[in-house]
Nanobody, 127 residues
Framework: VQLQACGGGLVQAGDSLRLSCAAS????????VGWFRQVPGKEREFVST???????????YYADSVKGRFTIARDNAKNTVYLQMNSLKPEDTAVYYC??????????????????WGQGTQVTVSS
């Protein structure tokens, strides 16, 4: 399984970006997929996760810091998960990673439960 994250860039506060995570593998739709972010010197932190459709109806989860501003969605026909980021703030600046949940465990915020990771895409928000 390979994940390819893209869509990052340099924007101003208040702007929007849409990140994409394209995956290989025919069973991608059967796994939850999450987004995490990391800034230098800090641990990678949970941003959002979307379940696969037959598990809790494709339920979505968000970190409190992004709730109401970010939206996660998936297009299983394209093997792609998106993260729409609106009203961006300077504190959203980070490298964003997508990851496939292993299916083991039940804490979608725990990065150790994710087994395949994309390479990361840089998001920089200027004030």
């Amino acid at each position: 399984v390979q994940l390819q994250a893209c869509g990052g860039g340099l924007v101003q506060a208040g702007d929007s970006l849409r990140l994409s995570c394209a995956a290989s593998g025919r069973t991608f739709s059967m796994y939850a997929v999450g987004w995490f972010r990391q800034v230098p010197g800090k641990e990678r932190e949970f941003v959002s996760t979307i379940n696969w459709n037959n598990w809790s109806g494709g339920r979505t989860y968000y970190a409190d810091s992004v709730k109401g501003r970010f939206t996660i969605a998936r297009d299983n026909a394209k093997n792609t998960v998106y993260l729409q980021m609106n009203s961006l703030k300077p504190e959203d600046t980070a490298v964003y990673y997508c990851a496939r949940h292993s299916g083991l465990g039940s804490d979608h915020t725990d990065l150790d439960e994710y087994d395949f990771w994309g390479q990361g895409t840089q998001v920089t928000v200027s004030s």
